[in-house]
């Protein structure tokens, strides 16, 4: 799906055609990125980690990765749908049914997680052939559009359908950034299930083992993709200004290194999943933490370039602006990563 002429890649075209195009009335009226997704979904994108075998793409997580990053340059809140929608579905592939994988393989399946990435609450009752889900998670991309949810309870994680019984998804309020994600807290209180929609009894392990991972590598991507497209929004005003002040040269360098420092570590951390040791954890918490707070650097110079170059030419990075400072509050947040890391760093 990348290195392609836009021609024979059908995720360039939908980027160019579709995606591209609507992002910034997406930002506006921060309304979901239903058309994008469809065409993403008929590129074959949203089952591109799906088996082949399940007629998926049979990608893995840096590949993956690197579709995410396409798509956040020129939609970050469609990218962070994205972001959630792969990383529940790497989660389905460790646990659900071939029918349900295979609606996702063909496209006809939104996925989201509403998972505590590093440990929380919550709580199952099973009686009879249903179970009561209780607990709520505070931060849920495509809160409200997902066909289901990836939901952690205690130990447990559970799939729920968009519209079981007690499933209580409030309207999406005003964000400074990522709009169109509708990411919204979602509760259970409790909500009802069937006691077949377990996916697994050993959710904590697989939240640490698969979840969190993708999760993870697939934000950074997202920052990666909000940072390249500032540097490059920025690269060209300043040429289309002729504002070649060594000064704002300067700055525009300082962004092209900062963001391929995260480039270093995504790669490694990437790499890191894929064949799993001592410090794998540790590095994408570090890389979790350096991509969020990167990116916001990095378009803090885009628009002190931007403006530097032509009165109103921040207006051209202002939308990467505010998405890189609300990744900032998606959970785990930088604080709580922090934290996390501190602690494994203590303990060596």
Same mark, same amino acid.
């Given at each position: 799906?990348?290195?392609?002429? !836009?021609?024979?890649?059908? %995720?360039?075209? #939908?980027?160019?055609?579709?995606? =591209?195009? *609507?992002?910034?009335?997406?930002? $506006? +009226?921060?309304?979901?990125?239903?058309?994008?997704?469809?065409?993403?979904?008929?590129?074959?994108?949203?089952?591109?980690?799906?088996?082949?075998?399940?007629?998926?793409?049979?990608?893995?997580?840096?590949?993956?990765?690197?579709?995410?990053?396409?798509?956040?340059?020129?939609?970050?809140?469609?990218?962070?749908?994205?972001?959630?929608?792969?990383?529940?579905?790497?989660?389905?592939?460790?646990?659900?049914?071939?029918?349900?994988?295979?609606?996702? !393989?063909?496209?006809?399946? %939104?996925?989201? #997680?509403?998972?505590?990435?590093? =440990?929380? *609450?919550?709580?199952?009752?099973? $009686? +009879?052939?249903?179970a009561d889900l209780h607990g709520r998670h505070a931060w849920v991309a495509a809160a409200g559009h997902a066909d289901s949810y990836v939901w952690s309870s205690g130990e447990q994680l559970w799939l729920v359908a968009a519209g079981a019984p007690g499933l209580l998804v409030p309207a999406t309020g005003e964000t400074l950034g990522l709009r169109g994600a509708c990411a919204a807290p979602v509760a259970a209180d409790p909500v009802t299930v069937p006691a077949d929609a377990l996916l697994s009894a050993d959710g904590a392990r697989i939240v640490r083992d698969v979840a969190f991972p993708w999760f993870a590598v697939l934000g950074a991507a997202v920052s990666l993709g909000i940072m390249d497209s500032a540097v490059e929004a920025s690269a060209r005003l300043v040429s289309e200004a002729g504002a070649r002040r060594p000064s704002v040269l300067a700055e525009l360098a300082r962004m092209k290194v900062r963001a391929d420092s995260v480039r270093g570590m995504f790669t490694g951390a990437a790499d890191a999943v894929a064949w799993p040791g001592r410090g794998t954890h540790?590095?994408?918490?570090?890389?979790?933490?350096?991509?969020?707070?990167?990116?916001?650097?990095?378009?803090?110079?885009?628009?002190?370039?931007?403006?530097?170059?032509?009165?109103?030419?921040?207006?051209?990075?202002?939308?990467?602006?505010?998405?890189?400072?609300a990744a900032y509050a998606v959970p785990p947040t930088q604080d709580t990563v922090l934290e996390h890391l501190g602690a494994a760093l203590y303990a060596t």
């Open positions: 799906m990348s290195g392609e002429p !836009a021609c024979r890649d059908p %995720l360039a075209r #939908v980027l160019a055609d579709v995606v =591209g195009p *609507a992002a910034g009335e997406i930002d $506006r +009226g921060a309304r979901f990125p239903r058309a994008g997704l469809a065409a993403l979904a008929g590129a074959g994108v949203l089952g591109c980690t799906v088996a082949r075998e399940l007629g998926g793409g049979g990608l893995w997580l840096r590949e993956a990765a690197d579709v995410v990053r396409r798509v956040a340059r020129e939609c970050a809140s469609t990218a962070t749908v994205l972001q959630s929608h792969l990383t529940a579905v790497a989660v389905l592939e460790e646990c659900a049914p071939r029918g349900l994988r295979a609606e996702v !393989a063909a496209g006809r399946h %939104l996925c989201t #997680v509403a998972v505590h990435l590093l =440990g929380g *609450a919550g709580a199952a009752r099973v $009686r +009879g052939g249903v540790e590095a994408l918490l570090a890389l979790r933490a350096a991509a969020v707070q990167t990116a916001i650097g990095v378009t803090d110079l885009a628009m002190k370039v931007c403006q530097a170059a032509a009165p109103s030419g921040a207006a051209g990075v202002e939308r990467r602006f505010r998405d890189a400072r």
